[in-house]
T-cell receptor
Framework: DAMVIQNPRYQVTQFGKPVTLSCSQT?????MYWYQQKSSQAPKLLFH???????NEADTPDNFQSRRPNTSFCFLDIRSPGLGDAAMYLC??????????FGPGTRLTVL | RKEVEQDPGPFNVPEGATVAFNCTYS??????FFWYRQDCRKEPKLLMS???SGNEDGRFTAQLNRASQYISLLIRDSKLSDSATYLC????????????FGKGTKLSVKP
């Protein structure tokens, strides 16, 4: 089945230790998104790619970077995780005109 | 004014009850509208898109009032499995497909 896959599902890292989260989609969508969601809050868009064009939200910290090496894959790099970065990270994809399809998320714990 | 506002919740209802969620959006140019369902510690999943004429899917009915910038979701004959957080989601327009999420309304259906 076509879907959005995220790995790992759970990630534990130490304060300041870089971490990379991965996302892949088999839907052949040209837009991919990364969201951060904390408990009882709405998903917060960090950035998105329209094809290879990177779009950063104005309030996304510099600590967060992203790469999209091809249509199917997208990575979220957190260069120096802080305690405040502990959250669920959701990847989504869409055609750009319709609904977004979400992956199962990666739950990040920072020790 | 927040971009997407929802009923504060939580809604605690007995099985079989009818429950309605309301949502308002601030951008009158918004082009498409959705209700997503999110279970605890899971990703948002599309419940239904919302069309101007209103649409129904089984026990779920969605309505859109563009003049009032208002969206609603009606759930009839509530089931225990309907317990979740319901997110009102708006596409403000543009080809990049960015979505604006409400904070969600938590529904708890009790036996």
């Amino acid at each position: 089945d076509a879907m959005v896959i995220q790995n790992p599902r759970y990630q534990v890292t130490q304060f300041g230790k870089p971490v990379t989260l991965s996302c892949s989609q088999t839907l052949n969508h040209n837009v991919m998104y990364w969201y951060q969601q904390k408990s009882s809050q709405a998903p917060k868009l960090l950035f998105h790619y329209y094809d290879k064009d990177f779009n950063n939200e104005a309030d996304t910290p510099d600590n967060f970077q992203s790469r999209r090496p091809n249509t199917s894959f997208c990575f979220l790099d957190i260069r120096s995780p802080g305690l405040g970065d502990a959250a669920m990270y959701l990847c989504a994809s869409s055609t750009g005109y319709n609904e977004q399809f979400f992956g199962p998320g990666t739950r990040l714990t920072v020790l | 004014r927040k971009e997407v506002e929802q009923d504060p919740g939580p809604f605690n209802v007995p099985e079989g009850a009818t429950v309605a969620f309301n949502c308002t959006y601030s951008n009158s140019a918004s082009q498409s509208f959705f209700w997503y369902r999110q279970d605890c510690r899971k990703e948002p999943k599309l419940l239904m898109s919302v069309y101007s004429s209103g649409n129904e899917d089984g026990r779920f009915t969605a309505q859109l009032n563009r003049a009032s910038q208002y969206i609603s979701l009606l759930i009839r004959d509530s089931k225990l499995s309907d317990s979740a957080t319901y997110l009102c989601v708006v596409n403000p327009g543009g080809s990049q497909g960015n979505l604006i999420f409400g904070k969600g309304t938590k529904l708890s259906v009790k036996p």
